[in-house]
């Protein structure tokens, strides 16, 4: 399996799993229609590894020229993180999120099959989780995501499933992220949000650059050991060393499989803001303000499955998440 197509391939983790890649001697086909990324991400991608890349501006819901990808590339395998992503726009837009999410992987799906490529490492969600009574997580925990994104990743794992079920030849891998932070080690590709960022860690970061003016933390009576919301943040580098396993893994043991990538340990917001003041020197101003529609108290993994099946361990802890990340703002205060 030398082949990759990576969808997603210019977003924040695609382009880091380009590198891998790369670097690990795959050849990488890009796919992506740039809605949430700039191509010059992959210029970063080819001066980190030395090594090039093709890349096709295709949007998977356009049947025709996803088609024409097929046909014109040896593709061994499938690594699929096109997809939007923000939990508040899939409230107000679901179907958007139905139609690019679901119907993207459909067509991606239809055109594996038809050219009887059947390796495929699927980025799903902690989110299909949803509000969790047991932790840490672990795979087995039902499902029940709160939110339209969620229900897109969900929906995409059982067609997966599906198919897995009616063509036992399909290797399938579902990766499911918690909180993916950091960037390469180089400072040159990074999380690049449009606008103000979402998440918590771009948006320290900003505020720790002086972009934005405070933090908003958003409420402090929660049940957690100091009332702020506690999460389970993983380096992006860790992420991606992930998905080069599960890609061996198709190899060495197909069939379906699926796996909670995090890190197994839980840091709350005010831990967050203290580990990246104490590291940038920076101070973050915040101010307590209500919850946030959706958000849950606390979701950490258990991600014994993946270490002892995959052979998988992370290397970066809280500190590397946060000196990643300021280096990256540091040294691209704009973005691309
Ligand atoms: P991202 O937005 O940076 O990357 C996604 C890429 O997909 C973008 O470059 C975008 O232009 C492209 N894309 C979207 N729809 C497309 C379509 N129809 N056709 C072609 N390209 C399309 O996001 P990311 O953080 O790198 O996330 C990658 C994947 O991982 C997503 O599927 C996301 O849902 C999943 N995920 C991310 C997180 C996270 O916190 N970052 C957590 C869990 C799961
Ligand atoms: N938070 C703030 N202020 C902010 C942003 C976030 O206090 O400005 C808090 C949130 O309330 C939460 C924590 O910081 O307690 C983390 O929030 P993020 O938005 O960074 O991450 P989420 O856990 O809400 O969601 C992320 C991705 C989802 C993904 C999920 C998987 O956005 O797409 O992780 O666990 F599904």
């Known amino acids: 399996?030398?082949?990759?197509?990576?969808?997603?391939g210019a977003g924040y983790i695609g382009s880091h799993i380009c590198v891998a890649l790369l670097n690990a001697d795959y050849k990488v086909l890009v796919l992506d229609n740039l809605s949430n990324s700039k191509v010059a991400v992959l210029e970063r991608v080819k001066e980190i590894t030395g090594r090039s890349l093709q890349f096709v501006k295709v949007d998977l819901l356009d049947t025709q020229k996803t088609a024409a990808v097929f046909e014109e590339n040896s593709i061994d395998a499938v690594i699929h993180l096109a997809g939007l992503?923000?939990?508040?726009e899939s409230n107000k837009l679901p179907l958007h999120y139905y139609r690019n999410n679901v119907v993207g992987t459909l067509n991606l799906c239809e055109r594996m099959a038809k050219h009887n490529i059947k390796n495929i490492v699927f980025s799903s969600s902690a989110t299909v989780y949803g509000e969790q009574q047991v932790l840490p997580i672990k795979e087995s925990a039902a499902t029940s995501p709160t939110n339209p994104?969620?229900?897109?990743?969900?929906?995409?794992?059982?067609?997966?499933?599906?198919?897995?079920?009616a063509d036992p030849d399909w290797n399938i891998s579902i990766l499911r992220y918690f909180n993916p932070v950091g960037a390469h080690k180089s400072g040159k590709?990074?999380?690049?949000p449009r606008g103000i960022p979402n998440n918590l860690m771009p948006y320290?970061?900003?505020?720790?650059?002086?972009?934005?003016?405070?933090?908003?933390?958003?409420g402090n009576d929660y049940p957690t050991a100091d009332g702020t919301g506690v999460r389970d943040y993983i380096h992006v580098l860790d992420l991606v060393a992930g998905h080069i396993k599960a890609l061996q893994k198709l190899v060495e043991r197909p069939g379906i499989m699926n796996h909670n990538l995090g890190t197994g340990a839980g840091y709350s917001v005010l831990e967050i803001i203290a580990a990246f003041e104490a590291i940038t020197g920076k101070k973050i101003p915040c101010e307590i303000v209500g919850r946030r529609e959706g958000d849950v108290?606390?979701?950490?993994?258990?991600?014994?499955?993946a270490k002892r099946e995959l052979a998988w361990s992370v290397d970066n802890g809280m500190r590397e998440m946060c000196e990643d990340v300021w280096r990256w703002?540091?040294?691209?205060?704009?973005?691309?």
């Open 1 to 8: 399996m030398k082949n990759i197509l990576v969808t997603g």
């Open 85 to 88: 992503k923000a939990v508040g």
């Open 149 to 165: 994104y969620g229900r897109t990743k969900l929906i995409i794992e059982n067609m997966l499933r599906d198919i897995y079920n």
């Open 189 to 192: 590709i990074g999380e690049n």
């Open 204 to 218: 320290i970061a900003q505020v720790a650059a002086g972009r934005i003016e405070r933090l908003c933390i958003y």
């Open 297 to 305: 108290a606390i979701v950490y993994a258990d991600c014994s499955l």
């Open 329 to 336: 703002q540091m040294q691209n205060p704009t973005g691309y």
